[in-house]
């Protein structure tokens, strides 16, 4: 079956790294990740790829400012309805910051990524994790208060403002060894203020209630 295969393209974009996976892989298209700094350099790779009569699309990123945030969204909309084993994620042909964010989406979402190291191609493990399946109803009404004021400066005033002890706060915000808290599973940042836990949505958090995540 042949693959549609998504590498981000930056201005020190390596073409090499970019074109071994396309020898290696049946290709029904390759899409070029990029922000106003790379566009030239993916136009350039488009022109190459057509001579080879290898069929080639751009799609910018939003530029937030969170890599993290943009590539969830934009790997979100390319895949959304579409069969995930058609797709290949290719991190090498970027820099460090994007390759970890791809390599997350990648991972939340259950798709192929590949890294390529010393013109070899690596497999990266497929892993499949579902944030809904373990933020049972106590936790997801943490979420919502979290994503509608987007942070509480003590555990105490999100107690108060969901209705729930602090003691059950606690034991969500920071979970057990049986069970995985918000902190743990990344959906919160929490900061020590003047002896006070403040607690914020973290990216992953706002990605999570934002359904680009499931």
Known sequence: ????????????????????????????????LTSSTGIVKAESIVKELEKLSIPASIVRIKE????????????????????KSNFIINISTSDRISQCALTNAAHVNGIKAIAVIDGKI???????????SVLLDKKMKLMHH????????????????????????????NGTP???????????????????TKVCISAMGRLFMQGYIK
């Open 1 to 32: 079956m042949k693959k549609t295969i998504i590498s981000p393209v930056d201005m020190e974009t390596d073409q090499k790294t970019l074109f071994i996976p396309i020898k290696e892989f049946p290709i029904e298209r390759l899409i070029l």
């Open 178 to 196: 049986r069970s995985l808290g918000l902190n743990q599973l990344e959906l919160i940042d929490t900061e020590d203020v003047k002896g006070r």
């Open 122 to 132: 690596k497999l990266l493990p497929i892993l499949k994790f579902s944030y809904s």
């Open 64 to 83: 937030s400012g969170n890599p993290w945030e943009d590539f969830f969204v934009v790997l979100k909309d390319i895949i959304e309805g579409q069969n």
């Open 146 to 173: 979290l994503a509608e004021n987007n942070c509480f400066h003590s555990l105490e005033d999100l107690a108060k403002k969901t209705g729930m002890s602090l003691q059950l706060v606690s034991y969500h915000i």
